[in-house]
């Protein structure tokens, strides 16, 4: 997660009202505060009452004894509620930040209470810290517009369907397996069912079939979606000008990257980011290490995860492709000789590595046009299915 900005330190001796926000379905936890020290006056909503939120607030500085323009200071961890509050509250000119979850320090008992009363008090004790100039007191997630969230709904939905039908599939295929049976679910599975028998030559019993026939339709459904969706996509490749689109047809002209993997890249980071420098783009992905150094203890825990698993699941895909495709490449050239002739799993550690510098790579080669080493490029329009032309 990056930060959208870096903290300010109040130093002009103004007042200021601090707000953390702990969020939930039924119900939201307010604690507010004027500094350090002060006990941490709490209320509770009902969830996304926004005018109530707002009365509380007026409420908040009449108890602390504020002016009412006031700087109201807020925050709220990052979750299932996205970016719609923030996106509030700086409408009504509150200063607020949006704080990934997972860089929140913790007490490291075995076992500490846990409250939402107890997570607002030390979420607004952080907010202070962070406010007052300590900006490694946790990450601030760079919130995206309204138009950049509404453009990764397409390969987002995408990746869902596929999913689904992967489950559809497996579903059918173990019911097949029961009888030992096997076979390629597509268009024509209903005509093959139908010539399918047990290994003593009787048909498959009728409520398993007529089972199978349902999964099946449920199957056909969900990929006549990802059909249209997939066709969607390649045309907006194809004929759309925007400036985000371009970056997609630029990462194609590399061999080993394809549309679904592009798509992906643009739209969840190159597209809308600003990155600063390597690490920074390392962390977005999950991919940093995790070195654990304790005295005479030390070892290495794997890479974070704590970024976007969209793009980490990718980026592992596109490497074992870069490998097949780019095989002169600097990047493959490096992995053979580091882990090409070791075991599975020295191979599988290796692929994260070369997602990571992958990643890295693609990010030259999109910012500054910096072609990988070694890479080969081909004319993106070929990797746009043929039948396209005809649509």
């Keep these: 997660m990056s930060t959208t900005h870096a903290p300010q330190s109040n ?10 926000l702990e969020l939930s379905w039924n119900s939201w936890k307010l604690a ?52 719609w509050l923030h996106r ?27 409250s939402d009363a107890l997570d607002a008090m030390k979420l607004v004790e952080m907010l202070i810290r962070y406010h007052n100039g300590e900006p490694r007191v946790w990450r601030v997630v760079r919130v995206p517009t309204v138009e950049d969230e509404d453009r990764r709904q397409r390969h987002r939905e995408l990746i869902d369907l596929k999913g689904q039908r992967t489950e559809h599939t497996n ?38 079939v007529e089972r199978m026939l349902r999964e099946f339709e449920r199957w056909k459904q969900v990929d006549a979606q990802i059909r249209e969706l997939s066709k969607e996509q390649r045309k907006v490749v194809r004929d759309d000008q925007e400036p985000h689109v371009e970056m997609v047809r630029q990462l194609l002209r ?5 549309q679904a993997g592009a798509w992906i890249l643009v739209r969840e980071i190159f597209g809308w980011r600003k990155i600063k420098n390597r690490r920074e783009l390392a962390g977005l992905a999950g991919l940093v290490p995790t070195p654990y150094a304790s005295g005479g ?40 000789r580091r882990f090409g002739s070791g075991n599975a799993r020295a191979r599988k550690v290796g692929i994260v ?39």
């Design 11 to 20: 130093t002009t001796g103004s007042p200021v009202l601090y707000l953390a």
């Design 32 to 83: 507010f505060t004027v500094g350090l020290g002060q006990k941490p006056r709490l209320r509770t909503i009902p969830a996304r009452n926004t005018d109530l939120l707002l009365d509380e607030i007026r409420k908040a500085k009449v108890r602390f004894g504020l002016p009412d323009d006031t700087l109201v200071v807020s925050c709220y961890e990052a979750g299932r509620d996205g970016f």
């Design 88 to 114: 509030f509250l700086a409408h009504q000119g509150i200063d607020n930040r949006v704080v990934d979850s997972s860089s929140i320090e913790v007490n490291r008992r075995k076992r500490r209470a846990k």
């Design 171 to 208: 579903r059918i295929k173990g019911l097949l397996a029961g009888f030992g049976l096997d076979v390629v679910v597509n268009a024509e599975f209903p005509r093959r069912l139908e010539q399918m028998r047990q290994w003593d030559g009787e048909p498959m019993p009728p409520k398993v």
């Design 254 to 258: 590399l061999k080993g990257i394809g």
């Design 297 to 336: 203890s030390q070892r290495e825990q794997g890479i974070s995860k704590a970024g976007n698993h969209r793009v980490r699941w990718v980026l592992v895909q596109l490497a074992w492709g870069w490998l097949r495709y780019q095989p002169e490449s600097a990047l493959s050239q490096w992995y053979q």
């Design 353 to 391: 590595a070369l997602a990571r510098k992958l990643l890295i790579a693609l990010w030259k080669y999109v910012e500054k046009g910096e072609v990988p080493l070694g890479a080969k490029e081909v004319p993106w329009e070929q990797k746009l299915n043929s039948k396209l032309a005809a649509d």
